[in-house]
């Protein structure tokens, strides 16, 4: 079985940024620079014929490469503790569309659509159970409430296997998809 889902990549300087703006926070297992990317659609596991069905139909997907920046810090919470903190995106909405171009893609090779809301972000860290930090994890989100980036452009998507392990994951980039770069014209057209 692999264990697939779709994602971006940002450039190397913004990734840098991401790691500066770490720390803090007790227990927080922070991601590193090859763990760092944008989740566009969490695919779970699948066997050998659909990750092909999978990689061949993600070829199918077109759209603009988004121009996208870093804004703000959150988290994500389960049973009213924190479990997540990510580094939010702006704007939302290219990356919404290209989300459900992937979703309607991913649909022809039998993966079931996506029920969750989709809120384009990077990790930045995850919390283990039973971690009591959340005052740590306030000032954190306080501190760092202004993390900016510039804008920049991510030109593909890629399909990533990810393996589990006693370090947390790690993920394998298995197939790499161009996105447009090409400006489109003022009547819709690359």
Do not use: C, N
Not at 120 to 147: K, M, N, Q, W, Y
């Amino acid at each position: 079985m692999h264990r697939l889902f779709v994602a971006l990549r940002p450039p190397p300087a913004i990734r840098a940024q991401l790691i500066a703006a770490m720390g803090d926070v007790p227990h927080a297992r922070w991601q590193d620079d090859e763990q760092l990317h944008l989740t566009l659609r969490f695919i779970g596991e699948v066997d050998r014929p659909q990750a092909e069905d999978v990689a061949a139909a993600l070829g199918q997907v077109r759209g603009p490469a988004p121009e996208i920046a870093i804004a703000g810090v959150g988290r994500f919470e389960k049973g009213g503790r924190t479990d997540t903190i990510w580094a939010g995106i702006a704007p939302r909405g290219p990356l919404a569309k290209l989300h459900a171009s992937v979703d309607r893609a991913l649909g022809q090779a039998g993966v079931a659509p996506d029920r969750r809301a989709f809120l384009p972000h990077i990790t930045l860290a995850r919390l283990p159970r039973g971690a009591s930090v959340e005052p740590a994890i306030d000032s954190f989100l306080a501190g760092r409430a202004d993390l900016a980036s510039g804008p920049f452009t991510i030109d593909a998507m890629i399909l990533f296997a990810s393996r589990l392990g006693h370090e947390g994951a790690r993920y394998e980039a298995i197939a790499r998809y161009p996105l447009d770069t090409v400006p489109a014209t003022p009547d819709g057209r690359s």
